[in-house]
């Protein structure tokens, strides 16, 4: 949703300041057509490749050209489903969770177990903010921030994190989420009074887990007891820095030849371009 308004709408003015780095759903689908693929001595094309998202834009975004390979005539991720569809094709089968036998979590490392699953910095599982903070402080000005403070400002989807040093603000982040809050952030860029460093922009009020694709209440709200219990379970599992994962630092030697490397960067980024507004049918 957000980059499709970005392109179609905001043009060159926000499009160049777009981080190039992709998605998790994407970064995966290079993993599972790339590194999985070759572990498994397979082609591309002979995986299907099934993501489970809380957005129905996450369809439109895996048939986006830029994550097709034409010499396999493979997308990267061949279908996204919602995991509210998930519930309901469960309903047409009459399928419970309870008759559902319960497996370990598979792996791309054959020496990781279900224990060691991992997570970024940050209480949800919405986006890199704190991660990306962390990290500039430490780079940028030496400091190690051990915990951020959110300062919400017009309301609680546009939340502000500052970093002071020797009383000067030297990093000004900032959380947006939904479309009114993005339509503000854009007119203060417009205004030339766009004071970050850096924005995480997601399209959703309440960020990812609350998208539209998501398991709903009976009168089609959003079942905001499963919403908070997700996030519980999420903060439970342990942080891991991408930095510190033996895991990351074998697949960029191994896969990827370096992290600076040319191949490092066609398979973990992308491009955004303008786009004009006829010229795709998948626009909704």
């Known amino acids: 949703g957000w980059i499709r308004y970005a392109e179609r709408v905001l043009t060159n003015l926000v499009t160049s300041h777009i981080c190039t780095a992709k998605s998790p759903q994407q970064i995966m689908g290079s993993l599972v057509k790339g590194y999985f693929a070759r572990q ?20 439109l975004e895996a048939l986006r050209e830029d994550f097709y390979t034409a010499l396999y005539n493979s997308q990267e991720v061949d279908c996204v489903l919602t995991s509210g569809e998930i519930v309901q094709i469960m309903e047409q089968k009459n399928v419970s969770m309870k008759d559902v036998t319960a497996v370990a979590v598979d792996s791309l490392f054959d020496e990781m177990k279900e224990g060691d699953v991992v997570r970024h910095d940050g209480k949800r599982s919405d986006g890199y903010l704190e991660h990306i903070f962390k990290h500039a402080a430490k780079e940028l000005f030496g400091m190690d921030v051990k915990e951020i403070t959110y300062k919400a400002l017009k309301n609680k989807d546009f939340q ?47 960020g990812c887990l609350n998208g539209k694709g998501q398991a709903q209440t009976e009168d089609g709200k959003p079942d905001k007891a499963l919403l908070n219990q997700m996030e519980e379970v999420y903060a439970a599992i342990p942080v891991r820095l991408p930095e510190t994962n033996m895991h990351v630092q074998k697949m960029y030697q191994d896969w ?22 006829t010229a795709s049918n998948l626009d909704i």
């Open 40 to 59: 498994q001595n397979l082609s591309p094309d002979k995986i299907f490749h099934v993501i489970v998202a809380p957005c129905y834009d996450k369809k």
């Open 160 to 206: 502000e994190v500052t970093l002071e040093k020797d009383g000067e603000t030297v990093l000004r982040f900032a959380a947006a989420y939904g479309f009114r809050n993005i339509q503000n952030m854009v007119l203060k860029l417009k205004k030339g009074k766009f004071l970050y460093h850096f924005v995480e922009v997601l399209a959703c009020p309440g």
């Open 256 to 277: 990827l030849e370096g992290m600076d490397s040319k191949k490092a960067q066609e398979t973990l980024h992308t491009k955004y371009s303008v786009v004009n507004q």
